[in-house]
């Protein structure tokens, strides 16, 4: 189960941006894409997402074939480095904007919500607006407006980028925390290797549209499966 890919190829005009990529994402684990920057990580989680289309292969979500289902109609929630959040909605409102659209009962949106603020720490900021939170109290309401609607995949394109090295890496340990409680299925895109190994279950590194190397932190500094993967990685530090 899981995300299965099979195939997957999308070209932009004679342009390659993705080639033949193959990958079993496990169900319940953190797994990031990793490579540089213009590798193809972006594009490969908009395909999951139904966000982009690919030129051929397929997406599995869950074992259900979503290749040419919507986007709306996947269960995957999205976080993307620049949140666009509701400016004139409250954090709560933003939290619970998801549910309100699928016409959830009222009294269960608001239970959700506030399970979803404990979740992300953010009780006290329920009534403020998005402009009144720092930035990595913003990305803590952008993952819980995306887990709000219990998604079966949470994908993060680069979550943390916008946001200075010393909240970054407290978000970092704070996603890790989040998710060994919820457990979703999540696909995290970044090109920092360090953030990269300390989040996540396992790493996939993509370069120039190809799969380098799938495997653990381990694997890939122990088995480096290329050059281009030994010397992405750096020295072990
Ligand atoms: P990454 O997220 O790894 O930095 P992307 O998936 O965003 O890489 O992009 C991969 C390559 O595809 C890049 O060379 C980028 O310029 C190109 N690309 C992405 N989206 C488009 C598009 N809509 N039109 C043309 N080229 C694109
Ligand atoms: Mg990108």
New binding site residues.
Partial sequence: MGIEIRGIN?F??D?V??EDINLSIPSGQLTA?L????????????IIAGL?SSDSGTVEIEGVDTTNVPAQKRNVGFVFQHYAAFKHMTVAKNIAFGLEIRKRPKQEVKDRVQELLKLVHLEQWSDRLPSQLSGGQRQRMALARALAIEPSVLLL??PFGALDAKVRKELRDWLRRLHDEVHVTTVF?T?DQEEALEVSDSLVV?NE?RIEQIGSPDDLYDRPASDFVLSFLGPVT
């Fill in positions: 999308k932009f005009g342009f941006a993705l894409l490579g540089p920057s213009g590798g193809g990580k972006s594009t490969l989680l908009r982009e394109d680069e895109v090109h993509i549209g």
